[in-house]
């Protein structure tokens, strides 16, 4: 190596500078990149709203994400095809033209731009995206004005390759879907409140179920009979949990309306209790498919001022019962005591067991005691041993459905009706998937 006068010595310093320059500036452009395309875009949408400038910016950038990136990569090359070029420069100032030296010098700028214009800005900028977006919105704003002209007719070049390949056109963004809104839900942590997350879970099953998973079934609906006698009506009025009932005569497949107490207690003060008082207070039945969806029903008992319907299968026999109540239930858990029984609050006792009705949906099981019981096909604890046992047990009966043992304690009129359930214990949680449903019989205990 030569030695150098002052001047040279000046000219390799500002050099060294430039180089340096060029780096920060390659490193700046990276970590634009990932900041932009790492941003959460509604989070930018929302402070957007909110008037704020930048994220204002942002969202617009976002937006059209070809002509951003275009100017990014643009200054980025610009940048790091300078930096190499100055790199050669100062080699062969400091070398002359000794080719070993100029390839460690090109190896020392890529590692150089790998580790400081590349791998560092972008970590950094993916950790911190939603944080500097707003910031750097404005020099990419500006950018882009500057370059404007550049970028479109680089474009016209990208467009036409893009033509070639037969590649469609980049689609609309799609919204986030529902399993991606529960992700959300159950990984913010704005939601301090279990309580709170768990009703917003609760709402995204509500596109899940049907009104036939929350329903009162047929047989535990609360008729009011006309064909029984005055005094018998009398006292079924005078002692029902509920305050709409529906009215049939004799045949509990004919619903003739349903009954709101109150309409009939002012009816009563004018002319008195009868039979055609009842009939003049009844309003027309609502009728619901069973397969309907709970948030499309909820939306149904809006829009038609109702708040109970009766459901019907495909062939338009009755099946049950879902009232406003029931649906709100699902979403925010047990608040009424209206129906007899309804203040049973399921939990597992200090033996690890629990006994419950067989007509308890299997929901309502899964949620209050942790259990991961099937729901397809069935909807209460008796319908699902029923499917299981393909028969209706004449004595009690032992199984073993998925992870949880149960005894079957009581039948009567072909139905299940009470059940002794064990908490599963962590061997049973492992066990293989050959052993769920192995069961015993067990006669004459």
Not at 82 to 91: E, F, Q
Not at 112 to 140: C, H, Q, W
């Amino acid at each position: 190596m030569t030695s150098m006068d002052d001047p040279m010595l000046s000219d390799l310093l500002w050099q060294w500078i430039g180089l340096a320059i060029l780096l920060f500036s390659s490193a700046l452009a990276s970590m634009s990149e990932t900041v932009m395309m790492a941003a959460n875009r509604y989070r930018l949408k929302s402070r957007a709203a909110n008037g704020e400038r930048g994220a204002q910016l942002a969202a617009a950038l976002t937006a059209h994400p070809e002509r951003m990136l275009s100017v990014i990569l643009l200054v980025n090359n610009a940048v790091n095809v300078g930096a190499a070029t100055l790199a050669s420069v100062i080699t062969i100032e400091l070398f002359g033209q000794n080719e070993t030296m100029l390839a460690v010098g090109s190896f020392v700028l890529t590692f150089l731009i790998l580790v400081f214009s590349e791998i560092t800005p972008k970590v950094i900028g993916a950790r911190y995206a939603d944080l500097l977006a707003p910031y750097i919105a404005y020099p990419l704003t500006a950018m882009l004005r500057v370059f404007g002209p550049v970028v479109d007719f680089v474009n016209l070049f990208v467009k036409a390759l893009l033509w070639l390949l037969r590649l469609p056109r980049r689609a609309a963004p799609q919204a986030p879907s529902m399993e991606e809104l529960r992700s959300l839900v159950l990984e913010s942590r704005v939601l301090r409140s279990e309580k709170h997350r768990d009703v917003l879970l609760n709402l995204f099953d509500l596109e899940r179920i049907t009104v036939a998973d929350v329903m009162i079934p047929r047989q535990a609906i609360e008729f009011l009979d006309l064909s029984d006698d005055e005094e018998t009506l009398r006292a079924q009025l005078a002692t029902a949990y509920h305050t709409r009932l529906p009215v049939v005569e004799g045949n509990p497949d004919e619903v003739l309306g349903i009954l709101h107490v109150r309409q009939l207690l002012a009816e009563t003060l004018t002319s008195g209790f009868s039979r055609e008082a009842i009939r003049r207070s009844l309003s027309p039945p609502y009728f619901v498919p069973e397969d309907t969806n709970a948030m499309t029903q909820l939306q149904f008992f809006q829009e038609h001022h109702q708040r109970l319907a009766l459901v019907v299968d495909e062939y338009g026999e009755l099946q049950g019962l879902v009232t406003l109540d029931d649906i709100i239930e699902e979403m925010v858990g047990k608040f009424t005591t209206s129906r007899p029984g309804s203040d049973t609050v399921l939990h597992w006792q200090e033996d690890g067991t629990v006994i419950v009705d067989g007509a308890t949906p299997v929901r309502e099981l899964n949620r209050a005691l942790g259990l991961d019981l099937p729901t397809d096909g069935h909807r209460t604890l008796n319908g699902l041993i029923l499917e299981y046992l393909q028969e209706i047990p004449e004595s009690e009966v032992s199984l073993r459905i998925g992870e949880v043992r149960m005894d079957v304690l009581q039948c009567h009129d072909r139905r299940i009706r009470s059940v002794r359930l064990y908490a599963p214990t962590a061997e049973e949680t492992g066990a293989s998937e050959e052993d769920t449903g192995e069961r015993s019989s067990e006669e004459g205990r």
